[in-house]
């Protein structure tokens, strides 16, 4: 069955200093993978998507995520981190049947000044 | 960029009651809905897939008689909670896709905070 794993319930990373957020996936073909950003009271926004193609994907607000097979990993980086980055962000991948997305558990991110 | 809002964004109520939540895809049509619950610090957890014109697709586990999903028109999506118990305590989603096939954009709602007294 498909599934994504967040290692990292919570991170702190310094205004400025740059962000990793882990990604694993578990699928069996070519995956179709999201990052997502939930602020507070606030919905879910898309952040980058991989459908296929180049495996380093550009985002918006500064963040990528590069896709690798190998390690089924989809990890999303940022070199310069903002307080305004600080909130939940989620890895998510497109079920087996095309439909609907499976979401990891969701990172915390927060940013010290 | 296209927008899917939910009504209402909270809602408190009483138990033994029934609550509806609205998912309104604003400037797009779409066929396909999808409703999502949150527990806190968990991670969204797919309901059912509703489907304009027809049944919604539960997921397994979900029961589709305490959760009415109904998809009247491209526009409109509605989850009603029966019967509604602390239990049932939880931040409901939404989520529309937008153009056609199955990577088309998906959008979310707000989402709506149910508290069941």
């Known amino acids: 069955a498909q599934s994504v794993t967040q290692p990292d319930i919570h991170i702190t990373v310094s205004e400025g200093a740059s962000l990793e957020l882990r990604c694993n996936y578990s699928?069996?073909?070519?995956?179709?993978l999201f990052w997502y950003v939930q602020s507070p009271g606030q919905g879910l926004q898309l952040l980058l998507k991989?459908?296929?193609?180049?495996?380093l994907v550009q985002g918006i607000k500064g963040f990528e995520a590069e896709f690798k097979r190998s390690q089924s990993s989809f990890n999303l980086r940022k070199p310069s981190v903002h307080w305004s980055d600080a909130a939940e962000y989620f890895c998510?991948?497109?079920?087996?049947?095309?439909?609907?997305?499976?979401f990891g558990k969701g990172t915390t991110l927060s940013v010290s000044s | 960029g296209a927008v899917v809002s939910q009504h209402p964004s909270w809602v408190i109520c009483k138990s033994g009651t029934s609550v509806k939540i609205e998912c309104r895809s604003l400037?797009?049509?779409?066929?396909?809905m999808f409703w999502y619950r949150q527990f806190p610090k968990q991670s969204l957890m797919l309901m059912a897939t509703?489907?304009?014109?027809?049944?919604?697709?539960?997921e397994q586990g979900v029961e589709k008689d305490k959760f009415l999903i109904n998809h009247a028109s491209l526009t409109l999506s509605t989850l009603t909670v029966t019967s509604a118990h602390p239990e049932d305590s939880s931040f409901y989603i939404c989520?529309?896709?937008?153009?056609?096939?199955?990577?088309?954009?998906?959008?979310f709602g707000e989402g709506s905070r149910l508290t069941v007294l």
């Open positions: 989520s529309a896709r937008s153009g056609t096939g199955n990577t088309g954009e998906l959008f």
């Open positions: 991989y459908f296929s193609g180049d495996t």
């Open positions: 699928y069996g073909a070519t995956p179709y």
């Open positions: 998510a991948v497109l079920n087996q049947a095309g439909t609907a997305l499976i």
């Open positions: 509703s489907n304009e014109g027809s049944k919604a697709t539960y």
């Open positions: 400037d797009f049509q779409a066929t396909t």
